[in-house]
């Protein structure tokens, strides 16, 4: 007999994703979202690189550049953008070794819109709009949830789980988790408590014809060049006295959108935000020289007003808390509804689909066991909140860091990034990047997590890098796309195969192994040579030897500089022959002999 569907409640990122993620296990939703629309207010615009990885892996990496575009610099300036950066992050190169772009600024309804196209189009999705999620009721087998149309007309779904994806004042947490639960949203790794203008504008051109009496025209410049000069390409936090800003361009290009947010500390409701917007604006659009240090003949200029519309301009309060706890039973907390942070990390939407994309397998993994006991989805469970906490409080640590850089109260280690750090890694050839930094963090993925759905002691933990990879005769692919098996949500890569034996004595390892096959199945091995060129394919028949793609067979596919298939391979350390890694991208164990494997997948088995 079929599971009952899971209910997701709310079609933002978070939710959206979730569904999405589930359909790659074929596994139903329902998505319950009381809007008849989508939000037209773009609110987040930056989407972290490992959350544009995931979007490829459910299928919408085409539509990144219809959504936003790429990122490819983030600059620190002392006061306003029109100083140099005292520090600017180069994300051009692949820094984030996963070959997709590593960071996009975008439009969020642009987001919503696509990722909702692509659950309608799912036949494991089912999108109600219009329906508002007002209570449930639950057993030890599933949730009833009761929900009210735009008619006022009532519905009940009968859910085996169900997911509170409904942002931070959603009813999931405060109505239902926290009378019965004590689950709240509580200050996390740091108190913060700000209110900001965000507004968000659209430019348009001044042409010769619109504004014949500017003196852009006689020095030869363009309107594009006007553009570029005014409203400059790449994130900037810049902090004019008292008022960290964090502003630039999102959507792609042709959009011509631009966000602007500063805090305003002292926000009171009789303050008029459209004149403290202009007030903060005008110094930072108004030049004196083009781009080349060349004076303005007529003195400084401010860009005109009449090509500014304002799309939308008003305070916004911003906080950063994550829930106490992340479930209860069978009611599950996600996105915005489990935590929220200031603006100035750009956050919000990536932690939610990190949530949704790995909290999905284990919902897959648990809808398909015949029977689960409470204590085993307990356990399944917390693994995940543990590591989500953990990587709330990363994301937490970056959005203070990126704050102390751009408002004056910076402590001793931002001051030592500043003022020291920033010039060296300009200066020394050799000394690893900013972003190189971080990329040592993304590595490490969970590892640093006590108690988390990996094996720590057999390299667990660790993330995967991205790289292309194909057949003997077919083309290439994203490497992620060998994770992908349908019911089964784990892979088991078999390094550098000799021969058909080999193969054999580990599928027959699996199907003995007692272990669900929504875990691990002969479904899951993949068969995957270290050798660019492998010296002779082997006697394999009928199962496909998958190789990296050198760098000089994949220079028509648009990839990064610093692409390099070795650092796929040396994420699983030193004499790796088998991989067991999870569809979120994590490893969950490296064996090196097959006595090995075999009691990494004893432990699988514990772990279940
Ligand atoms: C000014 C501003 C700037 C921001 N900048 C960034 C940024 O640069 N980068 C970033 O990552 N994030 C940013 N954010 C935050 C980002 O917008 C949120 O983190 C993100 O939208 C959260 O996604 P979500 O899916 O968890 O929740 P939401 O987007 O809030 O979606 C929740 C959904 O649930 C629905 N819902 C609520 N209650 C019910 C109910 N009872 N029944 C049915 N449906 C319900 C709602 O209608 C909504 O569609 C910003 C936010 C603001 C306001």
């Known amino acids: 007999m079929e599971a009952d569907p899971i209910v997701i409640v709310g079609a933002g990122p978070a939710g959206l994703v979730l569904a999405l993620s589930l359909a790659r296990y ?90 909702r196209a692509k659950a309608e189009k799912s036949s494991y999705c089912e999108l109600r709009y219009g329906c508002r999620v007002v209570s449930r009721e639950e057993k030890e087998t599933g949730v009833t949830v ?148 060349r004076p303005f003949p007529t003195g400084p200029i401010t860009f005109p007003r009449n090509c500014i519309d304002i799309r939308r301009c008003r305070p916004f309060t911003f906080c950063q808390k994550v829930v106490n706890r992340w479930f209860h039973n069978r009611t599950i907390l996600i996105g915005d509804a489990a935590h929220v942070f200031p603006p100035f990390g750009g956050q919000g939407i990536a932690c939610g689909i990190r949530d949704g994309d790995a909290l999905a397998w284990r919902l897959a993994v648990l809808c398909q066991m015949p029977t689960i006991s409470k204590v085993v989805a307990d356990k399944m469970l917390l693994t ?81 890098s991205q790289i292309f990879v194909t057949t003997d005769e077919g083309s290439p692919v994203l490497s992620d796309c060998l994770l992908q098996h349908g019911r089964t949500t784990m892979t088991l890569f078999i390094l550098d195969p000799k021969h058909q034996d080999e193969l054999k004595t580990v599928e027959q390892a699996l199907e003995h192994c007692g272990i ?29 030897l998958y190789r990296p793609c050198p760098e000089s067979e994949v220079k028509d596919l648009e990839i990064l500089p610093g692409y390099n298939i070795w650092r796929y391979y040396k994420r699983f350390g030193h004499g790796a022959k088998y991989v067991l890694i999870r569809p979120d991208l994590i490893i969950f164990a490296v064996a090196k002999t097959f006595s090995e494997l075999q009691k990494c997948l004893e432990l699988l088995k514990e772990n279940l």
């Open 384 to 464: 995940w909140s543990h590591e989500r906490r953990q990587g709330v409080d990363e994301s937490t640590r970056l959005t203070k860091k990126n704050g102390m850089l751009c408002n004056g109260t910076e402590d001793w280690a931002s001051f030592f990034m500043r003022v020291i750090v920033a010039p060296l890694l300009w200066l020394i050839p050799g000394m690893p990047s900013i972003s190189e930094l971080s990329t040592a963090y993304e590595k490490e993925g969970y590892r640093a997590t006590k108690d988390g759905f990996f094996l720590k002691g057999y390299g667990g933990g660790r993330k995967l």
């Open 146 to 293: 009761f929900y009210e149309d735009k008619e006022g007309t009532e519905g009940q779904i009968i859910a085996s789980w169900l997911v509170g994806a409904d942002g931070k004042t959603g009813v999931v947490r405060k109505q239902f988790l926290e009378p019965i639960a004590n689950i709240r949203q509580e200050v996390g790794l740091f108190s913060y408590n700000g209110t900001w203008v965000a507004a968000n504008l659209h430019i348009t051109l001044p042409t010769p014809l619109s504004h014949p009496q500017l003196c852009f025209w006689d020095m030869g410049m363009t309107s594009e060049d006007v553009y570029d000069l005014f409203w400059p390409g790449g994130w900037h936090f810049c902090s004019p006295p008292g008022k960290p800003t964090a502003c630039g361009r999102f959507g792609p290009r042709d959009a011509r959108l631009w966000r602007h947010e500063f805090a305003e500390p002292n926000w009171n409701d009789s303050k008029d935000a459209v004149q403290l917007f202009w007030e903060h604006l005008d110094p930072l659009i108004t030049r004196d020289c083009d781009n080349l240090g």
């Open 516 to 544: 669900s096959e929504s875990a691990i199945s002969q479904k899951s091995i993949v068969l995957l040579s270290s050798n660019d060129h492998p010296p002779a394919w082997p006697d394999i028949k009928g199962s496909k």
């Open 26 to 115: 074929k596994i139903r939703c329902v998505i319950l979202e009381k809007e008849l629309d989508i939000t037209e207010d773009p609110r987040g615009v930056y989407l972290a690189g490992d959350a544009v990885r995931v979007l490829y892996q459910l299928g919408i990496g085409d539509q990144i550049d219809i959504i936003g575009h790429r990122l490819k610099e983030i600059n620190f300036h002392k006061s306003s953008f029109q100083n140099n950066p005292f520090l600017a992050l180069d994300l051009t190169s692949d820094w984030l070794e996963q070959v997709v772009p590593g960071g996009v600024l975008q439009i969020q309804p642009r987001l919503e819109a696509t990722l």
